[in-house]
T-cell receptor
Framework: DTGVSQDPRHKITKRGQNVTFRCDPISEHNRLYWYRQTLGQGPEFLTYFQNEAQLEKSRLLSDRFSAERPKGSFSTLEIQRTEQGDSAMYLC?????????????FGPGTRLTVT | ELKVEQNPLFLSMQEGKNYTIYCNYSTTSDRLYWYRQDPGKSLESLFVLLSNGAVKQEGRLMASLDTKARLSTLHITAAVHDLSATYFC???????????WGAGTKLIIKP
Protein backbone atom coordinates (compact mmCIF):
# COMPACT_ATOMS: atom_id res chain seq x y z
CA ASP A 1 0.00 0.00 0.00
CA THR A 2 1.82 3.05 -1.27
CA GLY A 3 -0.85 5.60 -0.50
CA VAL A 4 -2.62 8.03 -2.79
CA SER A 5 -0.36 9.61 -5.38
CA GLN A 6 -0.89 12.71 -7.48
CA ASP A 7 0.93 14.04 -10.49
CA PRO A 8 2.26 16.60 -11.07
CA ARG A 9 3.00 18.00 -7.63
CA HIS A 10 3.35 21.52 -8.98
CA LYS A 11 2.05 23.15 -12.15
CA ILE A 12 2.59 26.68 -13.34
CA THR A 13 0.56 27.68 -16.36
CA LYS A 14 -0.47 30.82 -18.17
CA ARG A 15 -4.03 32.02 -18.12
CA GLY A 16 -6.08 30.45 -20.87
CA GLN A 17 -4.09 27.22 -21.05
CA ASN A 18 -5.54 23.79 -20.29
CA VAL A 19 -4.13 21.62 -17.51
CA THR A 20 -4.72 18.03 -16.47
CA PHE A 21 -3.98 16.42 -13.13
CA ARG A 22 -3.81 12.75 -12.30
CA CYS A 23 -4.67 10.89 -9.11
CA ASP A 24 -3.87 7.25 -8.36
CA PRO A 25 -5.91 6.06 -5.37
CA ILE A 26 -4.98 3.35 -2.94
CA SER A 27 -5.46 0.01 -4.62
CA GLU A 28 -9.00 -1.38 -4.29
CA HIS A 29 -10.42 1.87 -2.94
CA ASN A 30 -13.59 2.32 -4.95
CA ARG A 31 -14.42 5.80 -3.67
CA LEU A 32 -12.47 8.79 -5.00
CA TYR A 33 -12.88 12.48 -4.18
CA TRP A 34 -11.44 15.70 -5.53
CA TYR A 35 -11.17 18.78 -3.32
CA ARG A 36 -9.70 22.22 -3.88
CA GLN A 37 -7.96 24.28 -1.20
CA THR A 38 -6.94 27.91 -1.46
CA LEU A 39 -4.40 29.51 0.84
CA GLY A 40 -5.60 29.87 4.41
CA GLN A 41 -8.89 28.09 3.79
CA GLY A 42 -10.24 24.62 4.34
CA PRO A 43 -10.71 22.29 1.39
CA GLU A 44 -13.84 22.47 -0.74
CA PHE A 45 -15.48 19.44 -2.30
CA LEU A 46 -15.37 19.30 -6.10
CA THR A 47 -16.51 15.86 -7.23
CA TYR A 48 -16.95 12.23 -6.21
CA PHE A 49 -16.55 8.92 -8.03
CA GLN A 50 -17.69 5.50 -7.00
CA ASN A 51 -15.78 3.11 -9.20
CA GLU A 52 -15.98 4.67 -12.68
CA ALA A 53 -19.24 6.55 -12.07
CA GLN A 54 -19.16 10.25 -11.26
CA LEU A 55 -21.96 10.45 -8.73
CA GLU A 56 -21.71 13.99 -7.43
CA LYS A 57 -20.38 17.32 -8.63
CA SER A 58 -20.19 20.54 -6.67
CA ARG A 59 -21.61 23.76 -8.01
CA LEU A 60 -18.00 24.96 -7.76
CA LEU A 61 -17.20 22.73 -10.71
CA SER A 62 -17.85 25.04 -13.64
CA ASP A 63 -18.10 23.90 -17.25
CA ARG A 64 -14.37 24.43 -17.57
CA PHE A 65 -13.71 21.57 -15.19
CA SER A 66 -14.10 17.93 -16.12
CA ALA A 67 -13.14 14.79 -14.27
CA GLU A 68 -12.96 11.17 -15.29
CA ARG A 69 -12.16 7.85 -13.73
CA PRO A 70 -11.92 5.32 -16.52
CA LYS A 71 -12.12 1.70 -15.41
CA GLY A 72 -12.52 2.80 -11.83
CA SER A 73 -8.81 3.12 -11.19
CA PHE A 74 -6.90 6.40 -11.60
CA SER A 75 -8.73 9.68 -12.07
CA THR A 76 -7.98 12.84 -14.04
CA LEU A 77 -9.13 16.39 -13.44
CA GLU A 78 -8.90 18.76 -16.38
CA ILE A 79 -9.28 22.52 -16.26
CA GLN A 80 -9.81 24.26 -19.57
CA ARG A 81 -9.03 27.91 -20.23
CA THR A 82 -7.48 28.41 -16.81
CA GLU A 83 -8.12 31.61 -14.88
CA GLN A 84 -6.11 33.17 -12.07
CA GLY A 85 -8.88 32.22 -9.66
CA ASP A 86 -8.13 28.57 -10.36
CA SER A 87 -4.82 28.87 -8.50
CA ALA A 88 -5.10 26.48 -5.59
CA MET A 89 -4.03 23.13 -4.21
CA TYR A 90 -6.01 20.30 -5.80
CA LEU A 91 -6.35 17.36 -3.45
CA CYS A 92 -7.41 13.83 -4.24
CA UNK A 93 -8.63 11.38 -1.60
CA UNK A 94 -9.69 7.76 -1.74
CA UNK A 95 -11.76 5.63 0.58
CA UNK A 96 -12.56 1.94 0.79
CA UNK A 97 -16.21 1.28 0.11
CA UNK A 98 -16.37 -1.70 2.44
CA UNK A 99 -14.98 -0.11 5.59
CA UNK A 100 -17.59 1.28 7.96
CA UNK A 101 -15.42 4.27 8.79
CA UNK A 102 -15.41 5.67 5.21
CA UNK A 103 -12.15 7.32 6.20
CA UNK A 104 -10.61 9.35 3.38
CA UNK A 105 -6.89 9.14 2.67
CA PHE A 106 -5.41 12.15 0.95
CA GLY A 107 -2.69 12.41 -1.66
CA PRO A 108 0.09 15.02 -1.55
CA GLY A 109 -1.88 17.41 -3.76
CA THR A 110 -1.14 19.30 -6.96
CA ARG A 111 -0.39 22.97 -6.49
CA LEU A 112 -1.58 24.99 -9.48
CA THR A 113 -0.39 28.52 -10.14
CA VAL A 114 -2.01 30.43 -12.98
CA THR A 115 -0.04 33.48 -14.10
CA GLU B 1 -26.27 26.14 4.26
CA LEU B 2 -23.97 23.53 5.76
CA LYS B 3 -21.40 25.06 8.08
CA VAL B 4 -18.43 23.99 10.12
CA GLU B 5 -17.10 26.50 12.60
CA GLN B 6 -13.88 26.03 14.49
CA ASN B 7 -12.88 28.05 17.50
CA PRO B 8 -10.35 29.50 17.78
CA LEU B 9 -9.08 30.05 14.26
CA PHE B 10 -5.63 30.88 15.54
CA LEU B 11 -3.94 29.79 18.73
CA SER B 12 -0.47 30.58 19.98
CA MET B 13 0.54 28.81 23.15
CA GLN B 14 3.52 27.84 25.20
CA GLU B 15 4.89 24.34 25.44
CA GLY B 16 3.52 22.41 28.38
CA LYS B 17 0.10 24.09 28.37
CA ASN B 18 -3.30 22.49 27.78
CA TYR B 19 -5.93 23.76 25.39
CA THR B 20 -9.10 22.73 23.58
CA ILE B 21 -10.19 23.39 20.01
CA TYR B 22 -13.94 23.42 19.42
CA CYS B 23 -15.76 22.33 16.28
CA ASN B 24 -19.43 23.15 15.76
CA TYR B 25 -21.20 21.84 12.67
CA SER B 26 -24.65 22.07 11.16
CA THR B 27 -24.97 18.71 9.43
CA THR B 28 -26.88 15.80 10.95
CA SER B 29 -23.93 13.48 10.62
CA ASP B 30 -23.32 10.64 13.05
CA ARG B 31 -19.56 10.86 12.62
CA LEU B 32 -16.70 13.31 12.28
CA TYR B 33 -13.07 13.30 11.18
CA TRP B 34 -10.09 15.31 12.39
CA TYR B 35 -7.14 16.04 10.13
CA ARG B 36 -3.78 17.73 10.57
CA GLN B 37 -2.08 19.82 7.89
CA ASP B 38 1.51 21.07 7.99
CA PRO B 39 2.38 24.16 5.91
CA GLY B 40 2.43 23.39 2.21
CA LYS B 41 1.55 19.75 2.83
CA SER B 42 -1.48 17.56 2.42
CA LEU B 43 -3.93 16.32 5.03
CA GLU B 44 -3.10 13.64 7.56
CA SER B 45 -5.90 11.75 9.26
CA LEU B 46 -5.83 12.05 13.05
CA PHE B 47 -9.11 10.71 14.39
CA VAL B 48 -12.21 9.01 13.09
CA LEU B 49 -15.14 9.47 15.48
CA LEU B 50 -17.96 7.17 14.52
CA SER B 51 -20.70 7.65 17.09
CA ASN B 52 -22.16 9.93 19.73
CA GLY B 53 -19.95 9.96 22.79
CA ALA B 54 -16.92 8.62 20.93
CA VAL B 55 -13.60 9.54 22.50
CA LYS B 56 -10.21 8.76 20.98
CA GLN B 57 -6.72 9.54 22.21
CA GLU B 58 -3.37 9.50 20.49
CA GLY B 59 -0.41 10.77 22.45
CA ARG B 60 -1.10 14.32 23.64
CA LEU B 61 -4.26 14.68 21.55
CA MET B 62 -7.76 13.58 22.52
CA ALA B 63 -10.89 14.03 20.42
CA SER B 64 -14.53 13.65 21.38
CA LEU B 65 -17.86 13.82 19.62
CA ASP B 66 -21.33 14.90 20.78
CA THR B 67 -23.66 14.42 17.84
CA LYS B 68 -26.67 15.76 19.69
CA ALA B 69 -24.95 19.08 20.33
CA ARG B 70 -23.19 18.85 16.92
CA LEU B 71 -19.94 19.54 18.71
CA SER B 72 -16.54 17.95 18.61
CA THR B 73 -13.49 18.89 20.64
CA LEU B 74 -9.78 18.34 20.19
CA HIS B 75 -7.90 18.59 23.46
CA ILE B 76 -4.17 19.14 23.61
CA THR B 77 -2.35 18.08 26.77
CA ALA B 78 1.09 19.43 27.67
CA ALA B 79 1.67 20.83 24.20
CA VAL B 80 4.99 20.31 22.44
CA HIS B 81 6.42 22.23 19.47
CA ASP B 82 5.90 19.28 17.10
CA LEU B 83 2.14 19.70 17.39
CA SER B 84 2.33 23.05 15.59
CA ALA B 85 0.09 22.69 12.51
CA THR B 86 -3.38 23.54 11.23
CA TYR B 87 -6.13 21.25 12.49
CA PHE B 88 -9.37 20.65 10.63
CA CYS B 89 -12.57 18.98 11.68
CA UNK B 90 -14.78 17.62 8.92
CA UNK B 91 -18.18 16.00 9.20
CA UNK B 92 -19.40 14.11 6.14
CA UNK B 93 -22.52 14.99 4.20
CA UNK B 94 -24.89 12.66 2.43
CA UNK B 95 -24.52 9.07 1.36
CA UNK B 96 -21.36 9.85 -0.58
CA UNK B 97 -19.62 10.97 2.60
CA UNK B 98 -18.12 14.07 1.03
CA UNK B 99 -16.40 16.05 3.76
CA UNK B 100 -17.50 19.53 4.80
CA TRP B 101 -14.62 21.64 6.10
CA GLY B 102 -14.18 24.63 8.31
CA ALA B 103 -11.39 27.18 8.03
CA GLY B 104 -9.19 25.19 10.38
CA THR B 105 -7.38 26.14 13.57
CA LYS B 106 -3.79 27.24 13.14
CA LEU B 107 -1.86 26.17 16.19
CA ILE B 108 1.57 27.57 17.02
CA ILE B 109 3.38 26.14 20.01
CA LYS B 110 6.35 28.13 21.21
CA PRO B 111 9.25 26.45 22.94
Amino acid sequence: DTGVSQDPRHKITKRGQNVTFRCDPISEHNRLYWYRQTLGQGPEFLTYFQNEAQLEKSRLLSDRFSAERPKGSFSTLEIQRTEQGDSAMYLCASSPGTAYSYEQYFGPGTRLTVT
Amino acid sequence: ELKVEQNPLFLSMQEGKNYTIYCNYSTTSDRLYWYRQDPGKSLESLFVLLSNGAVKQEGRLMASLDTKARLSTLHITAAVHDLSATYFCAPPRGSNYQLIWGAGTKLIIKP
